[in-house]
């Protein structure tokens, strides 16, 4: 019983302008002729075969946005990690009247950048998974720190975000009865996202430099 061959993928689809263009400017030609027929045939077949196996994806561009989903989100877990470890206790150990007027300072400043700065490296986290090689080792990685991402995104959202709330419109002069209480909260809250993030970082660092 005859075997079926098996048809491979064509290695011309990987690259097919750089291999026409080798193609062409290595035929012979003459003043009658400018691009012999066996040289349009081929070009037809690697553009045919370049269709049915997908777009070429640019090895660069794909480095290019691991790059920048690295820098956003190393950049954000650094300063969420700095917070509950330098930022707070510094707070703590002010009087009651500093540390309530810094709190309020910084819930005012990052409920105006976290939104931006959460959303621009979800974005840039699921184009460097989705730019990925599909077959390759590192899209998994890059998926599971987006997944990841996300799962902080929701603990901010649904557990910080309105104690800060709380926070920016307290009135200094007369504080709260519970605000320690709530702050303390805050903190173990933030620590839990901290791990979080760390986890995403690291899962994004191990498959950017996998393929």
Not at 53 to 61: A, Q, T
Request: net charge positive.
């Amino acid at each position: 019983m005859l075997k079926r061959r098996e048809r491979k993928p064509c290695d011309n689809a990987l690259q097919p302008r750089r291999l026409m263009s080798e193609y062409f400017a290595n035929q012979p030609r003459n003043r009658f002729s400018r691009a012999p027929k066996q040289s349009i045939l081929s070009a037809a077949l690697c553009f045919r075969c370049a269709g049915k196996h997908g777009p070429v994806r640019k090895e660069g561009e794909t480095y290019d946005m691991n790059v920048l989903a690295l820098l956003l989100l190393g950049t954000l877990t650094g300063n969420e990690l700095a917070v509950g470890a330098f930022v707070h206790p510094a707070l703590s150990r002010l009087s009651d009247d500093q540390h309530a007027a810094g709190a309020q300072s910084l819930a005012r400043l990052y409920g105006k950048v976290g939104p931006f700065w959460y959303a621009a490296t979800l974005l840039a986290l699921l184009a460097a998974a989705w730019r990925a090689d599909k077959k390759g080792a590192g899209k998994p990685m890059l998926s599971l720190s987006a997944l990841l991402l996300l799962a902080s995104l929701a603990l901010t959202i649904l557990r910080l975000v309105p104690i800060n709330s709380d926070v920016a419109d307290w009135d200094l002069s007369v504080l709260p009865a519970d605000w320690k209480a709530k702050r303390a909260l805050w903190d173990k809250r933030h620590g839990a996202r901290v791990g979080i993030l760390l986890l995403s970082l690291a899962a994004l660092a191990y498959g950017a430099t996998r393929r």
